[in-house]
């Protein structure tokens, strides 16, 4: 708990003095100094933190729209292992792409990304925009994302307002959590209030420790250790983690928060009602075959017009009407759950019962063209569905990467050539049209 949750009296006359027009000047200084003390002690350790790297910035902010930082630290690891500069990214095919990104949903992002790499290496001579406005006018990036990365990467005084930042701004100042435009209007007009103007250096910060470490004795032997300020940049990434890590959607952590004293809700606020999950079931076949010593899988390539998932591949779905007579009478070889957005998806594999078994491979109703027989030791290089990864790997089918600690200042420094050679290690994906069906 904070010193000043004992301040009851100074707490009641600051939080009074937030009123529904928004913060005044004094209101504004401390709520930056306490957001900032506490941030700079509690801040989780990401890998994008701290890396003076707009490219590496921006994949981040890309990869963390609607997406949990659980979900995105490996990922983004393995994304800057295999594309550690904006030219590698340019370069590479889009499937790569996709390929890296499987798993983190909403594919649209990966694709968007790639484009406004093109883009800049080929339009901007490889220069990435520093502002906002700018930031706004390549593909994938709307105002939030824009002025994150121009905070962050470029110190830019702008706030950056996401899902997080405006529930801790409508909570502070006692409005309403709903959707309206006159609430979003105000709360772009507070997070412009208490972002602070451009400041970009160094400064030297007290440790309180002397030089033979032991603690400081007020004689002015204090030493101190030279830290980056990106003031604008900090205080966007602080108020996303009060966000995140406090100020949690259903059950607020007040009394750890630091402006407590400044909030005019406390947790007495009320929430936003939640959007209701909708259930499917759905079935997919999972056909393996053998050539030589090669392990083969089927799967089948969404049409590259499908609403969701636009050219990915994934396991052939089997309709349940028109199979269940060839199903009731089987196990699936798998049962999973699998959420996409609001639907919770009830997921059951299938597998055939031998050669001889070809029920369930006439019943996928998807043409001979759009299926492909791909060696499972080449799936990491396909770009696949997030379910379809997620069951070939639960099957064993495919391998799981292991976790890497991976060292990214290394990886930025890392040669041409050195990158070039790891670009070849990866297998390219053996994909053949499903010309035969000797399954089983
Ligand atoms: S005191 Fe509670 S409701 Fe207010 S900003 Fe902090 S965590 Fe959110």
Not at 43 to 51: D, E, H, I, S, T
Not at 112 to 136: C, D, N, W, Y
Not at 195 to 220: D, H, I, L, S
Not at 375 to 402: C, E, F, I, N, W
């Amino acid at each position: 708990m904070h010193e000043w949750l004992g301040e009851k009296d100074d707490a009641i006359a600051e939080a009074a003095a937030v009123s529904s027009e928004g913060l005044d000047q004094s209101e504004v200084a401390a709520f930056r100094t306490r957001l900032m003390e506490w941030y700079r002690v509690h801040a989780r350790k990401l890998p994008w933190r701290g890396v003076a790297d707009p490219y590496k910035t921006w994949v981040s902010e890309i990869m963390l729209q609607q997406t949990r930082v659980a979900a995105v630290i490996e990922h983004y690891l393995h994304f800057m292992e295999r594309f550690p500069a904006l030219v590698a990214l340019a370069l590479a095919p889009e499937e790569e792409v996709l390929a890296a990104w499987s798993g983190l949903g909403y594919y649209r992002r990966a694709r968007m990304l790639h484009k406004a790499a093109q883009f800049i290496t080929g339009e901007r001579g490889g220069v990435f925009p520093s502002t906002a406005v700018e930031l706004r006018t390549l593909p994938g990036i709307g105002e939030y994302t824009s002025a994150a990365i121009a905070s962050i990467a470029f110190g830019e005084s702008v706030a950056a307002v996401d899902g997080n930042v405006e529930r801790v701004l409508l909570r502070l100042t006692g409005r309403p959590e709903q959707a309206t435009a006159a609430g979003r209007a105000f709360v772009r007009m507070v997070a412009g209030q208490l972002v602070p103007g451009r400041t970009m250096g160094t400064v030297e910060r007290q440790t309180g420790v002397t030089a033979k470490g032991g603690a400081a004795q007020g004689n002015g032997a204090r030493h101190g250790r030279t830290v980056a300020v990106n003031a604008a940049g900090d205080h966007n990434q602080a108020m996303m983690e009060l966000g995140a890590t406090i100020c949690l959607p259903r059950a607020p952590l007040c009394l750890e928060c630091p402006v407590y004293a400044l909030c005019r809700t406390r947790g007495e606020h009320e929430t936003a009602p939640r959007s209701k999950l909708r259930s499917r079931e759905v079935a997919y076949l999972l056909s393996l075959r053998k050539r030589s010593v090669v392990t083969q899988v089927l799967l089948a390539k969404r049409p590259a017009d499908a609403s969701l998932m636009p050219g990915m591949y994934e396991l052939p779905p089997l309709p349940l009407d028109a199979a269940d007579d060839a199903m009731t009478e089987r196990e699936p070889v798998l049962r999973v759950r699998h959420a996409i957005t609001n639907t919770s998806y009830y997921v059951r594999i299938y597998s055939p019962l031998g050669p001889g078994d070809k029920v369930l491979r006439r019943a996928v109703p998807i043409a001979k063209n759009d299926l492909y027989w791909v060696k499972t030791s080449t799936l990491g290089a396909v770009p696949l569905t997030g379910l379809a990864k997620k069951v070939l790997q639960r099957l064993d089918v495919m391998a799981v990467r292991p976790l890497r600690r991976v060292d990214l200042e290394a990886e930025t420094q890392a040669t041409e050539p050195v990158r070039k050679k790891r670009e070849r290690d990866v297998p390219a994906p053996v994909i053949d049209h499903d010309e035969d069906h000797d399954l089983f």
